[in-house]
């Protein structure tokens, strides 16, 4: 064993790295998926809570359950399936009338019990902003003066070419380029000393370091993909302010997007290519976690807002298709569909979601993989 350490070969030293990629992309995927179908979930438990429904089952990730513990009324599970969460309220069917059930509550109780998890994944969006614009991070969709901020453009290395001068410097990507107004004038730079010893400045988490590329005399210079990005730094408050409005645009730029993907899917039976499933999210979030950290927090904030306008949708097997429903309970003051046929349409759709995912899902193996 020591000497097969002593003389671990290359290859075996480069699958570890990526299987040590891929562990830790596998690990923060789940962390995002879950976290955020969790706070989803918290958001129906807390109003109904409040409102004094049942809650009789409150999941962390999916049966089998290893752990079960009733507190109260409520029993408290883990499940061993770590992809999200779920609560089950008494009376969700509809059909189960009485004290502290679901469905003998208003029918605007019942409605904001339902909307619940959404508001809860766009407030947990404007939190993770806030933490992002408070220790440093690029806006989303926005640019610094639609957030009423004054901020400087920087330079991002987005890749880096194997054996290139910013390979053997120590560039790596994710890394911040100080000193230089635009990509452009980076390129002009690095053209403008080939064959020579340059001194860069680079920032990678919030560490400068300067770098000692030899520029190539040939090819690329530097060997790098270049970025522009504007790093937005401040305090709390401001943070929070603009997190919102950051959230607000993502909203509007993700329902344009929504709003073209029901009509391609509906009109034109097509899966608009920007479409993508958990293997896509996967693969951006091994992206995003080269990129650095703050990346992570913005691709987090994008699904959890994406998770909310989802649900919205007035489509059975939803919140926004339950939501339906109530609303014309309200609308009519009595009930237009009945329970038996509701739970019915709830079921079929839950089933035609899932045939989505499943192509969505076959579709993305083969276009990343």
């Known amino acids: 064993m020591k000497g097969r350490f002593l003389c671990y070969p290359i290859s075996d030293l480069r699958n570890f790295r990526h299987t040590t990629t891929m562990l830790i992309t596998a690990l923060v995927f789940v962390l995002i998926l879950s976290g955020l179908v969790i706070a989803h979930e918290l958001g129906h438990f807390w109003v109904a809570k409040l409102a004094k429904i049942r809650v009789e089952q409150f ?145 990678h988490a919030g560490v400068e370091r300067t770098v000692l590329p030899h520029l190539a005399i040939s090819g690329p210079a530097f060997g790098v993909g270049l970025a522009e990005a504007t790093i937005i730094k401040t305090n709390p408050i401001t943070a929070l302010r603009i997190s919102v409005v950051e959230t607000g645009h993502i909203v509007m730029a993700m329902g344009r997007f929504l709003k073209d993907f029901v009509v391609g899917l509906f009109g034109h039976a097509k899966i608009a290519p920007e479409v993508t499933g958990p293997v896509g999210i996967f693969v951006f979030t091994g992206e995003a976690i080269q990129l650095g950290f703050t990346y992570v927090i913005q691709l987090a904030a994008m699904i959890s807002v994406n998770l909310a306008l989802v649900n919205v949708i007035p489509f059975p097997g939803l919140d926004g298709g339950r939501a339906l429903f109530v609303v014309l309970e309200g609308i009519f003051r009595r009930k237009v569909v009945h329970e038996r046929y509701e739970a019915i349409a709830h079921a079929v759709g839950f089933w035609l979601l899932m045939i989505f995912f499943i192509a969505i899902t076959v579709r993305d193996i083969g276009r990343f993989f």
């Open 59 to 203: 999941s962390i990730f999916f049966p089998p359950h290893i752990f079960k513990k009733k507190i109260g009324e409520t029993e408290y599970a883990l499940g061993s399936i770590p992809l999200g969460g779920y609560v089950k309220l008494y009376g969700e069917d509809e059909q189960t009338q009485g004290k502290g059930s679901f469905a003998s509550a208003s029918v605007a109780t019942r409605l904001t019990v339902i909307i619940a998890g959404v508001v809860m994944n766009l407030l947990l969006a404007v939190t993770l902003l806030t933490v992002g614009f408070s220790i440093g991070m690029p806006p989303v969709v926005s640019t610094p003066s639609q957030l009423g901020l004054n901020v400087p453009t920087n330079v991002i290395i987005t890749t880096v070419e194997a054996g290139s001068a910013a390979n053997q410097a120590g560039v790596v990507t994710g890394d911040t380029v100080l000193g230089f107004e635009s990509a452009a004038a980076l390129q002009d730079f690095t053209a403008s000393h080939r064959g020579q010893t340059v001194p860069i400045t680079i920032s």
